[in-house]
């Protein structure tokens, strides 16, 4: 008996959950094909504790073969898909071009760092989207501490010993505050040199840090930050970058070898080549995630414009927690348009709260709008990461458990390079990241 092709483009939360859902409730009628440049899931929230030693990369890549039994993996990436011939052509990590005609498709090509027109920013700076950007900046942070513990010049030790944070949005705030404490402990294990004081500075246009929580768990993570050194300053971000340091918007320039962008994300550009309507780059669908006019495509996470039913008008952020939820919908929805489920249901969340991960035993957290904070808010931020995993947990609690009894690994293991990962191809998506954003992005 043939069965049906449903091709999933991208496995990120939204494409992850509905490739497992379809590969648990519908593999006898439905053929589940996932195209993605990797052959892992990436849990995102944790990235900035493998930039700061604490996991091992492996421990938030989930493997697609192992958990999706199932599914056929296509490793590559989508250049562009023709809506007439039902059909999504890609290259392959060795940059052949390959085809896969589909009968159902699920858009989940997620986001790309957003640049803005910042002079010397896609030059000078990081992003920090993938397992590269962490791997690059533990290493970056070791060795940059080092060299200046053994820099003959004051203003060259202090140069190398600053590092700079752009967004002090989720990503932001817990890469400036878990890089805090990682820098730290790379200085206490430096027997040689001269002695190093770490300076981290965290910038935002914003009037706060986390503007997306109340101001109560915004004063708690801008608290957490101050103690530990990190200079906080909203209502600033950067004028222009140079290889010598960053002019600020005041006019101050900072000396530093170490730009981290994280300003936020952009919807990935194959969206804008399908020739369908967009709303702010991202691909617009109805409340069943279904295309208008396409009834065989769906699409879901980042890349969707999704109407939020609880604010009419308005349409849900892009988060990993929209993104998974919405992967479940577009897996149902799929099934009841083939007739294997019943009748189709429109994407409508409740919120439940979102966790920040501020590194020791400390967080920031509001579970089911009860605002949280120090070590049980951290308890609680760890325990919701390890629920929503999908793989990978008891590994994962184990780090953690090292990680609380002995020291960090604080050395280099040179397995990324900065030419490997620029700013502007910073994601998952190599190739299709333009050097600077369209006119009104």
Not at 149 to 170: I, K
Not at 340 to 349: D, G, I, K
Not at 364 to 376: I, K, R, Y
Request: charged share 25%; glycine share 10%.
């Amino acid at each position: 008996m043939s069965r049906t092709r449903v091709v999933i483009v991208g496995a990120g939360f939204a494409g992850y959950r509905a490739a497992r859902i379809l590969n648990r409730t519908a593999r006898r009628h439905v053929e589940v094909v996932l195209l993605n440049p990797t052959d892992y899931f990436l849990y995102l929230p944790l990235l900035p504790q493998v930039a700061a030693g604490i996991l091992e990369p492996r421990r938030v890549s989930v493997s697609l073969t192992g958990t999706l039994p199932h599914a056929k993996l296509v490793l590559g990436e989508a250049q562009r898909v023709d809506l007439s011939s039902r059909t999504v052509h890609f290259t392959d990590p060795e940059d052949r071009p390959g085809e896969l005609s589909y009968d159902m498709l699920i858009l989940s090509v997620g986001s790309v760092n957003r640049l803005l027109p910042i002079p010397g920013v896609a030059e000078h700076a990081h992003g920090f989207r993938g397992l590269p950007e962490a791997l690059y900046l533990r290493d970056h942070v070791v060795r940059q501490l080092e060299l200046a513990a053994h820099a003959s010049d004051p203003a060259e030790r202090q140069a190398r010993a600053t590092f700079v944070v752009v967004g002090a949005g989720y990503t932001g705030t817990e890469v400036a505050a878990q890089g805090a404490m990682f820098a730290d402990a790379v200085v206490r294990g430096e027997q040689a040199g001269e002695r190093v004081s770490p300076r981290w500075l965290l910038l935002d246009i914003a009037d706060r840090v986390l503007p997306e929580l109340d101001e109560r768990l915004s004063r708690t993570a801008d608290r957490v930050l101050r103690k530990r050194g990190v200079d906080v300053r909203t209502g600033m971000s950067v004028k222009e970058a140079t290889r010598d340091g960053v002019l600020l918007q005041d006019g101050e320039f900072v000396p530093t070898r170490s730009l981290v962008w994280c300003v936020g994300v952009r919807p990935d550009p194959l969206v804008d080549d399908l020739g369908l309507d967009t709303e702010r780059g991202r691909l617009v669908v109805d409340s069943f995630l279904n295309v208008p006019g396409h009834p065989e495509v769906f699409a879901a996470g980042d890349a969707a414009a999704v109407p939020d039913l609880t604010r009419p008008g308005e349409f849900t952020p892009m988060t990993a927690q929209h993104a998974w939820r919405q992967g479940k919908t577009a897996a149902r929805n799929v099934s009841a348009r083939l007739g294997l489920a019943a009748e189709p249901r429109p994407y409508e969340h409740h919120d439940l709260g979102f966790a920040v991960d501020l590194g020791g035993v400390q967080g920031a957290a509001n579970p089911l709008g009860a605002s949280l904070s120090g070590p049980l808010a951290g308890a609680v931020t760890r325990g919701y990461h390890l629920m929503a995993m999908p793989g990978n947990r008891v590994r994962v609690g184990a780090d953690w458990l090292l990680e609380a009894a002995l020291p960090r690994q604080a050395v280099q293991l040179g397995m990324v390079r900065s030419g490997s990962v620029p700013l502007d191809t910073a994601s998952p998506e190599l190739a299709r990241v333009p050097r600077t954003d369209r006119p009104g992005d």
